[in-house]
């Protein structure tokens, strides 16, 4: 298995830019959550899927951020207009759900390395 | 609600000597727990996590961890630290039947040769 795939695994770009992240979560995995980390603010959950429909997204910071799964093998995170502030490392994660919170664990990708200027 | 809380941002131990990593958990319900390490510039990889079966829990690379209640505490321990375990560990709860999980603010781990 190829595991969690994300691109960009780096992104510069300037302020105001439009900035698109993008995950492939592990076939068969019904669960998808994108994470921000930073130094001030560690591990944040932004938004997590189930069945390609948005569960939780109170962990957005504004507007400017939207998310997407318009299938089972894919996600984007869109940032639009991207500021100094949203720099971080962007993860996406996916795991298994199985009824009854059975002990599944999240599997990470390797992060997208956002520099906004 | 769930909370988690590594007590130390860093620690440094010698090569070969033992480490503890030390994190709390608070949660309404019976918690699921699990321990979590980034190297650098990486992503987050499971290291172990804890299944009501057994309260003392092994993981890869010789990591374990042992589940006390009464304490409400899943520290992380390993007989002989290696140079290669120097990274940072991330305590995480969920509560059982719910994805979403807390993260602990993490704790850097140095070895010193």
Redesign the interface.
Known sequence: DAGVIQSPRHEVTEMGQEVTLRCKPISGHDYLFWYRQTMMRGLELLIYFNNNVPIDDSGMPEDRFSAKMPNASFSTLKIQPSEPRDSAVYFCASSFGVDGGALNEQFFGPGTRLTVL | AQSVTQLDSHVSVSEGTPVLLRCNYSSSYSP?L?W?VQHP??????LL???SAATLVKGINGFEAEFKKSETSFHLTKPSAHMSDAAEY?CVVRI??????T?G??TKLQVIP
């Open positions: 699921s699990f979590y510039n990486k992503g987050l990889q499971l996590k804890y299944t991330f059982l039947g719910y994805q979403k999980v993260f603010t993490g």
